[in-house]
């Protein structure tokens, strides 16, 4: 399944200049992933400070 971010997001933007696909952008009060484009690769998750994305 496609890794979604929580509302422990702190709109850095680390995880969209990591993400190979470009699924993640920046919504309204947090960033959101694409589920349609995630690959599930993690390397949004292995950049977060505070481990907002993950799987579901």
Avoid at 22 to 27: L, Q, V
Avoid at 32 to 54: F, K
């Amino acid at each position: 399944m496609a890794y979604k971010i929580s509302d422990d997001c702190i709109s850095c933007g680390a995880c969209e200049a990591e993400c190979p696909v470009n699924a993640i952008s920046a919504g309204d009060s947090k960033y959101v992933i694409d589920a349609d484009t995630c690959i599930e690769c993690g390397a949004c998750a292995g950049v977060c400070p505070v481990s907002a994305p993950s799987a579901e």
